[in-house]
């Protein structure tokens, strides 16, 4: 199996957040890089989840999906009344 290019990137981090990383490669049994790996891939698929959220929700308003703040406000005022109403749609 042929191996992927790669790139070292570098960056400064706090000596107690280093500290955390050696001591979930030791208790781990992996390396370092690994970890550091693991760590950006899992933070990039986040934000790239959250980004398309964001397109999401903009699209929605831009359609005119939205819901009034008012009926919203009513609504969570009423959450803990005796008979809260729906859920504004």
């Known amino acids: ?5 790669t790139r070292v990137l570098t ?3 706090p000596v107690p957040l280093a500290e955390k990383v050696d001591q979930m490669a030791d208790r781990l049994e992996r390396s370092r890089g690994w970890i550091m ?3 950006l891939s899992s933070w990039i698929a986040l ?3 959250r980004d398309r959220l964001t397109q999401e ?3 929605d308003v831009d ?4 819901i ?3 009926a919203v406000q009513a609504w969570a005022e009423r959450l803990d009344a ?3 109403l729906p859920v504004p749609r």
Request: no cysteine; proline share 4%.
């Open 82 to 84: 005796d008979e809260p």
């Open 11 to 13: 960056a400064h981090v």
């Open 68 to 70: 009034d703040h008012q």
């Open 1 to 5: 199996m042929a191996k992927a290019a």
């Open 47 to 49: 934000e790239e989840e």
């Open 63 to 66: 359609a005119g999906r939205v």
């Open 37 to 39: 790996k693991q760590a």
């Open 57 to 59: 929700a903009l699209a």
